[in-house]
């Protein structure tokens, strides 16, 4: 006889302070944190992860390193082991399955960003990490074999982890920069190990469309909901566009359409006097029942029990 298997529910983790509780380290603004890992914190951070038996999904971006140690865990139900000189990404679309453990012995950097920082902060068209580096589609982690290469990244890991913890005039902008040139080194270590040349006049016809696309849903995301307005825009037929952002983000239109949604339907739902019916009008949803069946289903709750969470 087959036994009834509880269903997991998805637990999304949006406030950054939640998240130092459990590994320490600093924040700025809810937008952007980092924590270094050692022997004095780890055990705690262990016991704290075991506690979550949901999955979690990170409303941000997650970039960790592993100069020393291991570190295994379960995203989007793929179980992954990283060692000495690892570098890991998550991103916004992925989620936690399984349990984390780190290696008691380990050092271990994890910083996480939020998407609100980027688009403020970070919007220096050339040189950047191209959308795949940043949705972390393809080689989510890879080793990092150029001592060399590691060493900078550590180092810009050091200095943006110095920066968070003090107090500075224009701190936002020495976080900036710092990221920056964090990324930078990212991409350079990517690019160096892969043999990947950066082209900076010509990018594929790829990459070209999913920037096109997220340039559209920027735009257009909260009052047009159909995947065949942005292929249309495109001048692509919706599944050509869907197989190309399922390919290189594994998600497809629906899905990035969906997230966008959303998004801004937790803002607008945590505004002060807000209304479901105001934000079912306002994303440009038939009524409050349509909305409320769209919300339930990409982020597992209802409206009212968000706002009532809040």
């Given at each position: 006889?087959?036994?009834?298997?509880?269903?997991?529910?998805?637990?999304?983790?949006?406030?950054?302070?939640?998240?130092?509780?459990?590994?320490?380290?600093?924040?700025?603004?809810?937008?952007?944190?980092?924590?270094?890992?050692?022997?004095?914190?780890?055990?705690?951070?262990?016991?704290?992860?075991?506690?979550?038996?949901?999955?979690?999904?990170?409303?941000?971006?997650?970039?960790?390193?592993?100069p020393e140690g291991e570190?295994?865990?379960?995203?989007?139900?793929?179980?992954?082991?990283?060692?000495?000189?690892?570098?890991?990404?998550?991103?916004?679309?992925?989620?936690?399955?399984?349990?984390?453990?780190?290696?008691?012995?380990?050092?271990?950097?994890?910083?996480?960003?939020?998407?609100s920082f980027v688009e403020?902060?970070?919007?220096?068209?050339?040189?950047?990490?191209?959308?795949?580096?940043?949705?972390?589609?393809?080689?989510?982690?890879?080793?990092?074999?150029?001592?060399?290469?590691?060493?900078?990244?550590?180092?810009?890991?050091?200095?943006?982890?110095?920066?968070?913890?003090?107090?500075?005039?224009?701190?936002?902008?020495?976080?900036k920069h710092s990221l920056?040139?964090?990324?930078?080194?990212?991409?350079?270590?990517?690019?160096?190990?892969?043999?990947?040349?950066?082209?900076?006049?010509?990018?594929?016809?790829?990459?070209?469309?999913?920037?096109?696309?997220?340039?559209?849903?920027?735009?257009?995301?909260?009052?047009?909901?159909?995947?065949?307005?942005?292929?249309?825009?495109?001048?692509?037929?919706?599944?050509?566009?869907?197989?190309?952002?399922?390919?290189?983000?594994?998600?497809?239109?629906?899905?990035?359409?969906?997230?966008?949604?959303?998004?801004?339907?937790?803002?607008?739902?945590?505004?002060?006097?807000?209304?479901?019916?105001?934000?079912?009008?306002?994303?440009?949803?038939?009524?409050?029942?349509?909305?409320?069946?769209?919300?339930?289903?990409?982020?597992?709750?209802?409206?009212?029990?968000?706002?009532?969470?809040?």
């Amino acid at each position: 006889m087959r036994k009834n298997i509880p269903q997991k529910k998805t637990f999304l983790v949006e406030k950054l302070d939640d998240i130092l509780k459990i590994l320490g380290g600093y924040q700025f603004n809810n937008e952007i944190m980092i924590t270094r890992m050692s022997e004095t914190n780890i055990k705690k951070a262990n016991n704290n992860l075991q506690t979550f038996k949901d999955i979690v999904k990170l409303d941000l971006m997650t970039i960790i390193l592993i100069p020393e140690g291991e570190i295994t865990f379960s995203v989007n139900y793929q179980k992954i082991k990283l060692s000495r000189h690892s570098l890991m990404f998550i991103s916004p679309f992925d989620s936690l399955t399984g349990p984390t453990i780190m290696s008691q012995e380990g050092t271990y950097y994890i910083l996480m960003v939020k998407r609100s920082f980027v688009e403020k902060y970070m919007n220096d068209p050339s040189p950047a990490p191209p959308p795949a580096l940043f949705e972390s589609h393809i080689n989510p982690y890879f080793h990092i074999e150029n001592d060399k290469n590691f060493l900078r990244l550590k180092k810009n890991f050091d200095t943006l982890y110095s920066y968070m913890g003090e107090t500075l005039t224009l701190k936002e902008y020495f976080l900036k920069h710092s990221l920056n040139l964090l990324m930078l080194e990212i991409l350079n270590a990517f690019t160096d190990q892969l043999n990947i040349p950066i082209e900076t006049d010509k990018i594929p016809r790829s990459e070209e469309i999913i920037r096109k696309f997220i340039g559209l849903l920027q735009t257009y995301g909260e009052r047009e909901h159909s995947p065949s307005f942005y292929a249309e825009k495109l001048f692509i037929s919706v599944q050509y566009l869907s197989s190309i952002l399922k390919e290189h983000t594994r998600q497809n239109c629906s899905d990035w359409i969906g997230r966008h949604i959303t998004q801004k339907a937790r803002r607008l739902l945590k505004a002060p006097g807000a209304t479901i019916q105001k934000v079912a009008e306002e994303l440009n949803f038939a009524d409050q029942s349509s909305f409320g069946k769209f919300f339930k289903k990409h982020t597992g709750t209802t409206p009212k029990k968000f706002m009532n969470s809040i």
